[in-house]
């Protein structure tokens, strides 16, 4: 096992509703990044958070948002859910070191919103 | 045009089979390559970093073509649990920020039957 946890598991939204998501990185770890998966499709980077700062996005609109803990540990907050918001959330931690960007998942949390 | 390319299969072969998956890349100056697997309904693990080399780990190879931007994965004496979904990864050379951020291709299907 990686180390990374993500809760919850599994979550049912209603469309217009706020939903937060939380990740705890890998003992060591300093960076956190988010990706969404979409069923039959690779992961699509979110954003990223080093130092609590995010460091990088992805085409994502600003309702998604996230924060880094000095534990490193990470929320992500999507406000006003849409239908095509459903997908797997996936949290990867990593340590940074140059040149290197090896980043290891949690089990992800899946998102339903009807 | 998208990051990263794959074939999305599915691969169907009997065991002990070779197989080979094959990828592009449209970054000229990505710096960092892998394959992850995952399994159905579960998160990306990785399989293996790619090196300019090539390199080998038991029954898979990895080759890395920078000229022709092109990654392989080559799995030897297929076995039936080697079924899953496996993705080509990206960690493309960012110059705002060296943290960096993973391209995923949408993942090739394997299947190994008895």
């Known amino acids: 096992e990686t180390g990374v946890t993500q809760s919850p598991t599994h979550l049912i939204k209603t469309r217009g509703q706020q939903v937060t998501l939380r990740c705890s990185s890998q003992s060591g770890h300093n960076t956190v990044s988010w990706y969404q998966q979409a069923l039959g499709q690779g992961p699509q980077f979110i954003f990223q958070?080093?130092?609590?700062?995010?460091?990088g996005r992805g085409n994502f609109p600003p309702r998604f948002s996230g924060l880094q803990f000095p534990n490193y540990s990470s929320e992500l907050n999507v406000n006003a859910l849409e239908l095509d918001d459903s997908a797997l959330y996936l949290c990867a931690s990593s340590f940074w070191l140059a040149g290197v960007n090896e980043q290891f998942f949690g089990p992800g949390t899946r998102l339903t919103v009807l | 045009r998208k990051e990263v390319e794959q074939d999305p299969g599915p691969f169907n072969v009997p065991e002990g089979a070779t197989v080979a998956f094959n990828c592009t890349y449209s970054?000229?100056?990505?710096?960092?390559f892998f394959w992850y697997r995952q399994d159905c309904r579960k998160e990306p693990k990785l399989l293996m970093s790619?090196?300019?080399s090539g390199n080998e780990d038991g029954r898979f190879t990895a080759q890395l073509n920078r000229a022709s931007q092109y990654i392989s994965l080559l799995i030897r004496d297929s076995k039936l649990s080697d079924s899953a979904t496996y993705l080509c990864v990206v960690n493309p050379y960012d110059r705002g920020s060296t943290l960096g951020r993973l391209y995923f291709g949408r993942g090739t299907q394997l299947t190994v039957w008895p």
């Open positions: 958070y080093y130092r609590e700062e995010e460091n």
């Open positions: 790619v090196y300019s």
């Open positions: 970054n000229s100056a990505s710096q960092s």
